[in-house]
């Protein structure tokens, strides 16, 4: 489907889904990398360990991608894929707060192989300016206007501590990034053109207590047996 | 709800209302800490951006935990869900790469804060045994299993590269680990009793990437001027 043929109402998208839609273009990678040329909507589904019929709604958004009946094409599934999510060409990125953290996902290889490429990293704190990350020197906070602009930054990683997070993304927002990926445990405000989406530590952590609990609970249930409730892989 | 009174039932819930249980606790330990003693589902489902009717729905699993129409009792609340996510009493976590993304974790204050204090961090690299993080020292990956199994180790946090991280899930299971909080980008096989979570930062950022290109498609076609796809915060 050619960009110009998107409408509006493929936006009009719930966000259970646009979360899969990653995983989709990942596995669907993963396939074109090791030679598959079709996949069926099940075999897809099952590798991802989904409901085929989930997956044909998810992309049902999009026009379905393919006749019924029909597998899917990898490499057209992967192009479309790509265009959707808006990784079909980089999508320039700059890391805010150079701490552990934020030098942990300037390392990340990850990043730029999904089409991120971190074009800048700052910081306030006088002891890392000029430090190089994978050729990316850590600059003053200061020049974070100037330099998003001259970037065309269009996602900004907030990593600074919660009491500073507001500031960074006033700043961001003044250099034209409209993206924020917000590691901070706070929350924050920003005007209406403006998406964030925070990433949660402790959320994906506690998700996983309460499953650790309900195994626990299922094998003394079973008299000490390996619960039904099979770990996910 | 006491805890013998939770039967298997209660976890038999969908992975959706698993991860926004976190998102409840978190914002009902906010009202607790700023002296709030009753929230209605609207209220606590509004500060949370999402409808009351899954609010609702989502403590269903658990009991409803109040009558129809009267408001939630917050502090009983926050002790009910402390209680069915796990974390009514520190869950003792490892962490096994102390490479950046390792330290960062470890470094991260809002860990022990919700309850996952960590025990133990281990490494191969020989430069990082014995740096103390946080009052813990980087100990090698040889001594996983006695030190795993003395401090009671319930979830490992596994960053390590991708090629490491089977063999290291294996130790950790063989050590009477049940939960695995994997960054590791790769699949990871685990026996029945064994809960695996993926923190997959590239779906995050790739999410985020979707959003942004839709405000930018809803901006074109409004004539530049900010979309009506209001920037969520």
């Known amino acids: 489907m050619a960009s110009s043929e998107r409408n509006l109402q ?67 599934l992967v192009t479309a894929l790509e265009q959707i999510i808006g990784v079909d060409r ?19 290889p990850g990043l730029q192989l999904q089409g991120f490429p971190i074009r800048a990293i700052f910081d306030v704190n006088p002891k890392l300016l000029g430090l190089e990350i994978r050729g990316q020197p850590v600059r003053d906070l200061d020049d974070l206007e100037p330099v998003c602009r001259r970037e065309g930054i269009k996602i900004g ?26 590691f901070a445990p706070t929350e924050l405000k920003v005007p209406g053109h403006v998406s964030v989406r ?6 994906g952590i506690m998700a996983l207590s309460f499953k650790v609990k309900c195994g626990a609970l299922a094998r ?14």
Chains 1, 2 share one sequence.
Do not use: M, W
């Open 198 to 203: 925070h990433e949660r530590l402790t959320v």
């Open 10 to 76: 493929t936006c009009e998208v719930p966000d259970a889904t646009v979360q899969r839609l990653p995983l989709y273009l990942e596995k669907l990678k993963l396939l074109q990398a090791i030679g598959v040329e079709d996949v069926s909507s099940r075999q897809l589904a099952e590798s991802l360990d989904i409901k085929a019929s989930q997956l044909r709604h998810d992309f049902h958004y999009f026009g379905g991608f393919s006749r019924p009946g029909r597998p899917y094409r990898v490499e057209k």
């Open 90 to 108: 980089p999508v320039p990125t700059a890391i805010v707060g150079a701490g552990h953290l934020g030098q942990a996902l300037a390392n990340y």
């Open 157 to 182: 990683v907030i990593t600074v501590p919660a009491s500073s997070a507001q500031e960074v993304v006033n700043r961001l927002v003044a250099a034209g990034v409209t993206g924020l990926l917000n």
């Open 220 to 233: 003394s249930a079973a008299g000490n047996e390996p619960g039904p409730l099979a770990g996910s892989a």
